[in-house]
């Protein structure tokens, strides 16, 4: 019988103390700071420009009006010229030596009355398979205002999305998709911490195929701040992963998209694809903060991606947990 390995040495990274994490959260605020100056500077050329983003046009389609996608990543829906944004960004996270594959999302602002109907053309639109999986990691309201528009059918109703949309009143901002969609109501379960929606998105064209949505809806987060457990995230993160499609990115919003949503995914990527936190010991010799690099390439593709210090710290808590979990001494 093989004794159990008692000398599994934690990664450094996650023995830091409270003021080294700190200072390397600051750092990534300086870095952000930079892109955006370079992007002031150099609205046209800049890699960080925010391009049409900024245009007053659509502005009705930004909740919130700090928050938008850097112009070389955002999604851009299948519509006229023109008339093709979403603030939605296309996130892809690899950490050399580290990803044992790349994680792929979609982070994007809670939809709002005005553009709901574009967030489901634009699911049905960047997932090429069926079971497409939307986390969904803020309450609709908080404060009593609205952080998240309701979106999707609770009962055995159906919401219809059109082809063409008016977000706007100029004719640059009508939107005429492919199709028309149905969003129809098919089961809800609730679990302990979250509520999981199943939906069946079903185009109006004959020769598309309807696609089956699960809608993960995790409430308990308030804005500005970290959970307040680490169990429900690390389940919420299995539950989704188990029924997403293989080819499909993983969409992930809060209100803004940015700071629960960066969490989650940071967390997620961790738990599911690195080396550190999947196999029987931690990668040896490495010496990057992996955490640190996670939001790092975060921050290069979306804006304020974990937002707040509180959010920053919870990570490393989380994974200084998880880790403890997996290797018990």
Not at 30 to 58: C, F
Not at 200 to 222: G, S
Not at 250 to 278: N, Q
């Given at each position: 019988m093989v004794s159990p390995n008692f000398d599994i040495q934690m990664p450094w990274y996650l023995k830091q103390e409270v003021p080294e994490i700190v200072d390397k959260f600051r750092f990534i605020q300086q870095q952000e700071d930079l892109r955006l100056r370079d992007?002031?500077?150099y609205p046209e050329e800049s890699r960080w420009s925010l391009g049409v983003s900024v245009d007053e046009k659509n502005d009705c389609r930004n909740r919130y009006v700090n928050i938008m996608p850097y112009e070389r990543n955002r999604v851009r829906l299948q519509v006229q010229e023109g008339s093709d944004y979403i603030n939605a960004s296309y996130i892809k996270v690899s950490v050399p030596t580290q990803s044992l594959r790349p994680g792929?999302?979609?982070?994007?602002?809670?939809?709002?009355?005005?553009?709901?109907?574009?967030?489901?053309?634009?699911?049905?639109?960047?997932?090429p398979q069926d079971d497409v999986v939307v986390v969904m990691v803020t309450p609709l309201v908080e404060?009593?205002?609205e952080k998240c528009f309701k979106y999707w059918p609770s009962n055995e109703t159906k919401l219809h999305v059109a082809?063409?949309?008016?977000?706007?009143?100029?004719?640059?901002e009508k939107s005429t998709f492919p199709s028309a969609l149905d969003v129809s109501f098919e089961s809800v379960t609730q679990e302990d911490h979250y509520v999981v929606t199943r939906l069946r998105l079903t185009p109006e064209m004959p020769n598309l195929a309807p696609k089956t949505v699960h809608h993960f809806y995790f409430d308990q987060w308030k804005d500005m701040s970290k959970p307040d457990e680490i169990l429900p995230i690390l389940k919420l993160s299995r539950h989704s992963h188990s029924v997403n499609g293989a080819q499909n990115p993983i969409i992930v919003h809060c209100s803004a998209g940015v700071g629960r949503t960066g969490t989650f995914i940071t967390l997620d990527h961790l738990f599911h694809d690195t080396y550190d936190?999947?196999?029987?010991?931690?990668?040896?010799?490495?010496k990057h903060d992996l955490i640190e690099q996670i939001i790092l390439q975060l921050r290069t593709q979306r804006l304020k991606m974990v937002q707040m210090i509180d959010q920053y710290i919870f990570i490393y808590n989380a994974a200084r947990w998880l880790f403890q979990m997996e290797h018990p001494s």
């Amino acid at each position: 019988m093989v004794s159990p390995n008692f000398d599994i040495q934690m990664p450094w990274y996650l023995k830091q103390e409270v003021p080294e994490i700190v200072d390397k959260f600051r750092f990534i605020q300086q870095q952000e700071d930079l892109r955006l100056r370079d992007a002031t500077m150099y609205p046209e050329e800049s890699r960080w420009s925010l391009g049409v983003s900024v245009d007053e046009k659509n502005d009705c389609r930004n909740r919130y009006v700090n928050i938008m996608p850097y112009e070389r990543n955002r999604v851009r829906l299948q519509v006229q010229e023109g008339s093709d944004y979403i603030n939605a960004s296309y996130i892809k996270v690899s950490v050399p030596t580290q990803s044992l594959r790349p994680g792929h999302y979609i982070a994007t602002q809670g939809p709002t009355k005005r553009t709901w109907q574009q967030f489901w053309q634009m699911c049905y639109q960047i997932c090429p398979q069926d079971d497409v999986v939307v986390v969904m990691v803020t309450p609709l309201v908080e404060a009593g205002r609205e952080k998240c528009f309701k979106y999707w059918p609770s009962n055995e109703t159906k919401l219809h999305v059109a082809r063409q949309q008016d977000v706007g009143d100029a004719d640059l901002e009508k939107s005429t998709f492919p199709s028309a969609l149905d969003v129809s109501f098919e089961s809800v379960t609730q679990e302990d911490h979250y509520v999981v929606t199943r939906l069946r998105l079903t185009p109006e064209m004959p020769n598309l195929a309807p696609k089956t949505v699960h809608h993960f809806y995790f409430d308990q987060w308030k804005d500005m701040s970290k959970p307040d457990e680490i169990l429900p995230i690390l389940k919420l993160s299995r539950h989704s992963h188990s029924v997403n499609g293989a080819q499909n990115p993983i969409i992930v919003h809060c209100s803004a998209g940015v700071g629960r949503t960066g969490t989650f995914i940071t967390l997620d990527h961790l738990f599911h694809d690195t080396y550190d936190f999947t196999q029987s010991s931690p990668l040896q010799g490495y010496k990057h903060d992996l955490i640190e690099q996670i939001i790092l390439q975060l921050r290069t593709q979306r804006l304020k991606m974990v937002q707040m210090i509180d959010q920053y710290i919870f990570i490393y808590n989380a994974a200084r947990w998880l880790f403890q979990m997996e290797h018990p001494s």
